[in-house]
């Protein structure tokens, strides 16, 4: 039986760090990794899967199990004639088969997961981007999807992508079939991620990425055999399928999959606390939305013994809500903070020491963090003093080297191999990471980022509008909701009535669509002639902070509410209203993640 490294300070990250990289992978990937976890204990489970995600009896799949369902789907996969180069994309739900594809695509070719709550023209443009040889496909469609599936493989002609169905659920085994491992410079995934262009990037990752990744993140959550992992997310992001799933396994941990569409699935939310304990998970991951759900109706630890942990990912946990959900269970809360571009985390609070809410933790090992001050081009000028506000830079055997059929004046790279993040942060004394906001301005619902420009493109092409901007409105729910800032062309009309069914005609992604637009009679403009977004954060920021006060205070003519720039939080919500209502106030406004002031009048 193994045990973690201990992790509470940085001190354990120099320690860890001082055996190199190179000597802990041994030139395995995460197929190898895998199969020395079988060679100990073939027979020790390696999935539960929950076909409801709720109750009932789990199925149960072993790493042998696994192992030889990956190579019955290499079979199939060969017999299409691919290449090491060729693109197998993935439209798969979660489930058991869906791990197994995963690690038979890896080592045929490379790997695309694509969102399936995506429109069929989008999904058909980004596999015709990274050229998609064969699309994998479940034999057991939800609900959800099923339009999708349907008007995708309708419209494709005798040039698209061959259609191959998987079974997401019952393992088929190949057992004499060895499947190869890869070179660790192989390319062997492509993830889509937004960005402020508008166009959508491939991040491709090596073997050597995404065995770095599963070192690192053993070492920042202590996956050992003892665990058992929840997994919810949806396995067409990094996070699904290599953080909920590949590392723990790699690890030689168990991992628990809530049917095939996750945090998604219908009553799964709510039955989450049961789940937990009947399945006696000990970590648990999941965005902000769902701490929040555990922090107001938490599992039981008389029936949930071996919950140790919970990760927070995808988007900024509130450091109240951070702070209420572990003194209810007893168990500490981590925020990572990492990306696509970086195999998942680079920082993580220390799982064995101090955990300082607001910050997302300390460098891990092999990773380098730093602030950097930039010019009006984006070139680094210069690094960061202690807590002074910059772009934060990264650099690591985990770090991609570039975006697909990009040129290097389109990478974001800064000097020396540092990843420009787009995130602002600082690093105080103690070498604790804090992200302070966003550089690349993508909002962030639920944890899924949508790129303020997909609305622009489409609110700009209605005739009464002159100029639009895309802004996130804090929510206390989703973390952030899309919200429009509209000026119209001189002389024009348009209700806003109008334009938000424009915007849902023209709109794809309906988590863009805007929850409100705003009408000004002038955006703010910078010296450029950009529009200047901070103005409109901090005005958006103040209405929201202002629709939730008024909706305890009752008055607005009794309340005063001003939002403004700060030097270490990037910025501070100051509140004034009657004494009776400070207490009503602070704790509701608790659940956002900005920093607020409350004070009485």
Known sequence: MSSSPKFSDVDDVVAFARVPLA?????????????????????????????????????????????????????????????STDTIASLLTNGPGTVAAALAAMAIGRLAPINIYLEPNQIRALLKQCDAKVVLIPRDIPAAIAGMLTALQ????????????????????AEDIDIPSRTLSDVVTLFHTGGTTGLPKFVPLTAQNLAAGAIISQFAYGYTEQDSVLCAMPMFHVGGLFACSLFPLVSGSEVAILGPLGYRGEGIVAALPSTIETLDV???????????QLAANAPDRAHAKRLRLFINGAAALPRVLGTRLSKTTRVPVVEPWGLTEATLAVTSGPRDGKTIQGSVGLPLP???????????????TRDCRTDEIGILAIRGPMVFGGYLNRSAEQQP?????????????????????????RAKELIKR???????????????????????????????YAGEVPVAYIQLRPGATASI?????????????RAAIPKEIILLPKLPITAIGKVHKQTLKLDITKRAAEDCVVGIVGNSNIIDVTVEPHSLHGLEVTVRVPDPFVDAVRNKLSAFSFRANITSL
């Not at 192992?67 to 996969?77: D, H, P, V």
């Not at 309708?154 to 085994?173: K, R, Y």
């Not at 000990?282 to 929040?292: E, K, L, Q």
């Not at 489409?458 to 901007?469: F, Q, S």
């Open 282 to 292: 000990s970590v648990v991951v999941g965005p902000p939305t769902i701490m929040a």
């Open 497 to 509: 009535d109008d334009l938000i069914v424009h915007a849902r005609a023209h709109i794809a992604e």
């Open 413 to 437: 790279f800064f000097d020396g191999g540092w990843l420009d993040t787009g995130d602002l942060g600082r690093i105080d004394a103690d070498g604790f990471v804090w992200v302070t906001g």
């Open 154 to 173: 309708d419209n494709d002609g005798d040039d698209g992508p061959v259609f191959l169905t998987i079974d997401t659920i019952n393992l088929a085994e």
């Open 23 to 83: 000597t802990r992978l041994g030139g395995r990937d995460i197929l190898a990794m895998l199969r020395d976890q079988t060679g100990c204990d073939g027979d020790a489970v390696a999935i539960r899967y929950l076909p409801d995600g709720i109750g009932g009896e789990a199925f149960t799949y072993s790493r042998r199990q696994v192992i030889a369902g990956a190579a019955w789907i290499a079979t199939q996969l060969s017999e299409c004639g691919l290449s």
């Open 366 to 380: 092999y990773c380098e963090v730093k602030a950097v001050q930039t010019d009006d081009r984006g070139y680094s």
């Open 446 to 476: 639920g944890g899924h980022g949508i790129d303020p420009g997909m609305i622009e493109d489409a609110l700009a092409v209605h005739p009464a509008v002159a100029l639009v901007a895309a802004v996130g409105k804090p929510d206390a």
